[in-house]
């Protein structure tokens, strides 16, 4: 389903905005703060590795794992450049890895081996976001679960307009071809409010974040 598409960002590197002069202490502190926590890939280059392999089909695949990810941003690091970036390199040896990082860079877990699995990647996405924003995660993905249910009897009911219109242009009525312009209406209605539900889910407030005097 296209709504659990993992939505990565390729990067050559990760890490904290270089201080600028001139500022003071909270406003340098803001001004290298990234917009959300992230979730960092540090990827393999051998395409046969099985970790590598285990990720893409089974933890990314997991539905409560691909929900999660919309409070984070997602983003991939090759394993070459890695190597290049101090911050990555601080947190870690193995590749493939994955890295939690707090909006203000101080908290950072890093996963590798036998801890990437989906339920413990899950555990740790809920400690930090616990940290980093005030709604609840756990209460994010059973609702965004709910909404998914919901999209599929949307899906179910354009699959059948589609049907019916095709059904109407090999055999003209003019009474079927107003109840089915009625059925698209209120679908569209229903597809506009479904976005909005969504919207409102994906919400979330960030937490202040004190700066270290």
């Known amino acids: 389903m296209a709504r659990l598409n993992i939505k990565w960002q390729n990067k050559d590197s990760v890490g904290p905005a270089a201080v600028v002069t001139g500022k003071t202490a909270d406003e340098s ?4 703060m990234a917009e959300r926590p992230m979730l960092v890939f540090i990827t393999s280059d051998d395409e046969t590795d099985k970790t590598m ?4 089909d089974v ?3 997991n539905e409560s794992f691909a929900i999660g990810t919309k409070l984070f941003d997602c983003i991939k690091v090759s394993s070459g450049n890695a190597l290049q970036n101090r911050f990555i390199q601080e947190h870690g040896s193995q590749t493939p890895r994955m890295l ?3 909006r203000d860079y101080s908290k950072v877990q890093s996963l590798q ?3 990437l699995s989906a339920g413990k990647l899950l555990k740790a996405m809920k400690s930090l976001a616990r940290s980093e924003y005030k709604n609840s995660f756990d209460k994010m993905v059973r609702g ?3 909404l998914l249910n919901g999209l599929d009897r949307l899906e179910g009911r354009k699959a059948k307009l589609a049907d019916d219109d095709a059904r109407l242009q090999a055999k ?3 009474s079927k071809a107003k109840k089915i312009a009625r059925d698209r209406a209120e679908l569209e209605k229903d597809i506009e409010a479904w976005e909005a539900s969504e919207r409102k889910l994906l919400e979330f407030k960030p937490k202040e974040v004190k700066v270290k005097a």
Do not use: D, I, T
């Open 113 to 115: 081996g036998k801890q």
């Open 172 to 174: 003209p009525n003019a």
């Open 100 to 102: 939690l990082v707090s």
């Open 59 to 61: 933890v990314f695949a």
């Open 144 to 146: 965004y679960v709910k």
């Open 53 to 56: 392999r285990k990720l893409q």
């Open 29 to 32: 502190a803001k001004a290298s």
